[in-house]
T-cell receptor
Framework: AQSVTQPDIHITVSEGASLELRCNYSYGATPYLFWYVQSPGQGLQLLLK??????LVQGIKGFEAEFKRSQSSFNLRKPSVHWSDAAEYFCAVGAKETSYDKVIFGPGTSLSVIP | NAGVTQTPKFQVLKTGQSMTLQCAQDMNHEYMSWYRQDPGMGLRLIHY???????DQGEVPNGYNVSRSTTEDFPLRLLSAAPSQTSVYFCASRLLGSPLHFGNGTRLTVT
């Protein structure tokens, strides 16, 4: 069965600082991986996805993530955080091998940005 | 193109009442799913479906029923609401192997 952990419940960074949000997954086969963002009171927006190929993927809003199979990780990064990035971030993993796959989410990391 | 449409947006139920949360998508997606979102728990998968007539349980299926009679619709039924089911519910759909498209959510309170 798939599972996702996000070790950091809450992170606070200063505007302009760099950001890394951690995500570790457990899945027996080749996964596909996502990061979603949820602003307060809003729905979920896809930031980026990894299916195959280049392990460094670029997303919207200047975010990127790197898939490291050896570490079962898919950490999200941004070189310079903006105040509007304050939100909840969710990592998710899906099964790639079968039609009966499902997408499982981590518990989320809440990001606060200090002006 | 409406995407994923959830109704209602808000609902208050008394313990023991039943209700159905509606979800419809117009993107011809095979896969549809229901999640509940609770503080500190992220999104937990309740039930999902990979096509009409096919459903399966997710992480937290107890207390919820689903059916998938058409590709477009995937209603979630609460047979006897409990306070523990107070949550925000999201419906999502996708083509298999692609990212999820989410509805705007239903905020349910059970008193």
């Amino acid at each position: 069965a798939q599972s996702v952990t996000q070790p950091d419940i809450h992170i606070t960074v200063s505007e302009g600082a760099s950001l890394e949000l951690r995500c570790n997954y457990s899945y027996g086969a080749t996964p596909y991986l996502f990061w979603y963002v949820q602003s307060p009171g809003q729905g979920l927006q896809l930031l980026l996805k990894y299916f195959s190929g280049d392990t460094l993927v670029q997303g919207i809003k200047g975010f990127e993530a790197e898939f490291k199979r050896s570490q079962s990780s898919f950490n999200l990064r941004k070189p310079s955080v903006h105040w509007s990035d304050a939100a909840e971030y969710f990592c998710a993993v899906g099964a790639k091998e079968t039609s009966y796959d499902k997408v499982i989410f981590g518990p989320g990391t809440s990001l606060s940005v200090i002006p | 193109n409406a995407g994923v449409t959830q109704t209602p947006k808000f609902q208050v139920l008394k313990t023991g009442q039943s209700m159905t949360l509606q979800c419809a998508q117009d993107m011809n997606h095979e896969y549809m799913s229901w999640y509940r979102q609770d503080p500190g728990m992220g999104l937990r998968l309740i039930h999902y479906s990979v096509g009409a007539g096919i459903t399966d349980q997710g992480e937290v299926p107890n207390g919820y029923n689903v059916s998938r009679s058409t590709t477009e619709d995937f209603p979630l039924r609460l047979l006897s609401a409990a306070p523990s089911q107070t949550s925000v519910y999201f419906c999502a759909s996708r083509l298999l192997g692609s990212p999820l498209h989410f509805g705007n959510g239903t905020r349910l309170t059970v008193t």
